[in-house]
């Protein structure tokens, strides 16, 4: 749902929307981070629509002992979503950094990406934070970097 509002974007402008990562339907990724508190929602997941759980559920605090409600049937988002294909762009580092635009400026920047003047010599030039977003918290290199995203 919200990965598809307009902030998620890179805008109207072809300056701006040089930077957009691709979404890449077949990405599969799970986050690495979770609350250790008890009724805290479980890691962040994103899968193709195709895969053996074709939609997601919801997290509930209230519900059952570890917080997730199940068997309540499918649950559609405001969008009328109910898969999580595509929507590996939830936020990572200390700001939470999130969506194809500010991924990709990250991935421009300081990945693997050499943009349109030719740079080749980021500071993470072999990371494509595009096709692995989950590499700014998994990558030993990148202890820095999640704090100054």
Known sequence: DYQESPEF??????????????????????????LPFKKTPPPLECYPRS?????????????????????????????????????????RGALHTKGVCSLGKINYYLGNAKGFDGRSNN???????????EAICTDPRTMKLRWEV
Not at 14 to 26: H, L
Not at 123 to 133: A, G, L
């Open 51 to 91: 895969s053996d759980v074709p939609y997601t559920g919801f997290f509930n605090p209230g519900g059952r002992s570890n917080g997730i409600t199940n068997g309540m049937g499918i649950v559609p988002s405001r969008s009328g979503r109910t898969d999580v294909e595509g929507c590996c762009w939830w936020g």
């Open 123 to 133: 500071r993470y030039s072999d990371m494509n934070f595009c096709n692995d977003p």
């Open 9 to 34: 974007t890179c805008g109207d402008s072809p300056e701006d929307a040089q930077f957009a990562c691709p979404v890449i339907s077949n990405m599969k990724t799970k986050s690495v981070s979770k």
